[in-house]
Nanobody
């Protein structure tokens, strides 16, 4: 089991940027496709982006394409989410997890997440 710790969230004005980090424990981090998920108030948690184990392939939901970039550093056991041109609709708690088929989370347990709040 990999343990995940998210950080980097905060309060930002619309149009601003944030960079989220997810630090993972365990020696098997590099074998997993990793992803970011988010949960807005009153909504279900949703998939946002994923990156393949060696970083060669990425995918995003339509609403963040061209604004968000996912990356990873396997030497540091860390996955990142660079978020630009933020809008109030991006306000949510952001979580990372490994990703399996259908962009569903792999691990049953989640980290504490990191809060992103975008003001208009």
């Amino acid at each position: 089991q990999v343990q995940l710790v998210e950080s980097g969230g905060g309060l930002v004005q619309a149009g601003g940027s944030l960079r989220l980090s997810c630090a993972a424990s365990g020696r098997t981090f590099m074998i997993y496709t990793m992803g970011w998920f988010r949960q807005a108030p009153g909504k279900e948690r949703e998939f946002v982006a994923r990156i393949s184990s060696m970083g060669g392939n990425t995918a995003y939901i339509d609403s963040v394409k061209g604004r968000f970039t996912i990356s990873r550093d396997n030497a540091k056991n860390t996955v990142y989410l660079q978020m630009n041109s933020l809008t109030p609709e991006d306000t949510a708690v952001y979580y990372c997890n490994a990703v399996r088929g259908g962009n569903s989370p792999f691990f049953d347990s989640w980290g504490q997440g990191t809060q992103v709040t975008v003001s208009s």
